[in-house]
């Protein structure tokens, strides 16, 4: 009875650990000249969530360069998954109702509310209660999930519309999470959890889903023309296999897919080489040009381990892509925006 109870306890507080708010490092020689690259040459912001400052999270900017980082919201509750607005101005976040809670209730949209504030750090104002996945459809309206359902809201007349019920169209007992629509509004990205584990897109024309395949956080190119995605697969270090994908898209469906024998060379976006290979939370910036992304050496617990985000100009080699932060606490869920 004893040792039952014990084991229950710890697991307890494992599911409620929050992240160390860690200490800074310093570059590698290699990491430095990398960086001293990429200084000067790109005009715009990186948001993400750290628990550097705050154990629970807070959301910083930094410039696009990776230079000066600083704490753009502050409060006792977790503030994590920012988008920034499609004109650069504002970023949409979701914040817990009430202190820590962990990534893993992100399908419990009691504990979540949507946010937004200002790229100035001014103007902080909750735009919607009870949900989570809070992304953009334009600079008028957003896109976010309660549950197994999509919905899309104007917020200059703060009215809320189902867009897609994933109980409905695919399966009872679905969560659907990180709902993306395509840059022309015909298709919806999603990644899908509960009675279904997998990623795809809907076609709201057709009424049809099509399976991306496994993995998660499946997003859509700038350009509508190729989606990507984690997939579970690839070098992953001393952690899990995990890689970014991408796939051409056209007429409705994914080009390409990854056979029995593996993932083709022409689908692999990105797979860093060496320790630190757990690829997660990728985002293409608005002119399709650069890649942001975590990764870690270990673990895989999105707000708990030491995530570093990295920054790389797409299709040049892999080694050119640059660490961008250097501290022991937890990063993650960056978005980027360039001027264009």
Known sequence: MRKSLFFILILASLNWAQAPTGN????????????????????????????????????????????????????????????ISPDGKTVLFNRSTGGWVP?????????????????????????????????????????????????????????????FDGEV??????IVQEPNLSPDGNYLAATLRGSMRETGIWDFAKKQWVKSGEGCQIDWFPSGDRIYRVNPTGNGGT????????????????????????????????????????????????????LVWGATDKGHDHDIYDYELYLWKIDQPV??????????????????????
């Open 103 to 163: 990534e893993t209730d992100a399908d419990l949209p009691d504990r979540w509310n949507l946010w937004m504030i200002d790229i100035d750090g001014q103007n902080l104002r909750q735009v919607v209660t009870k949900a989570t996945w809070g992304t953009w459809k334009n600079a008028e309206e957003i896109v976010f999930s309660r549950g197994g359902q999509v919905f899309v809201k104007n917020l200059a007349q703060d009215t809320e519309t189902l867009l």
């Open 239 to 290: 952690a899990a296999p995990s890689e970014i994908l991408a796939f051409p898209f056209k007429d409705g469906q994914q080009e390409g897919k990854v056979g029995f024998f593996g993932v083709p060379k022409e689908y692999r976006l990105m797979d860093l080489p060496g320790r630190r290979s757990h690829e997660y939370f990728p985002r293409i910036d608005n002119t399709g040009k650069w």
């Open 319 to 340: 080694n050119t892509a640059t660490r961008i932060t250097f501290h022991t606490g937890n990063d993650r869920w960056p978005d980027i925006w360039l001027q264009p």
């Open 169 to 174: 169209n695919l399966k009872k007992g679905v």
């Open 24 to 83: 800074a490092v310093s570059p590698s020689a290699e990491e430095q000249t990398l960086l001293q690259n990429v200084r000067g040459k790109l005009s715009g912001v990186i948001v993400w969530s750290t628990s550097r400052a705050n154990s629970s999270h807070d959301l910083w900017i930094m410039n696009a360069d990776g230079t000066e980082a600083k704490a753009l919201t502050a409060s006792n509750d977790v503030d994590w998954f920012p988008r």
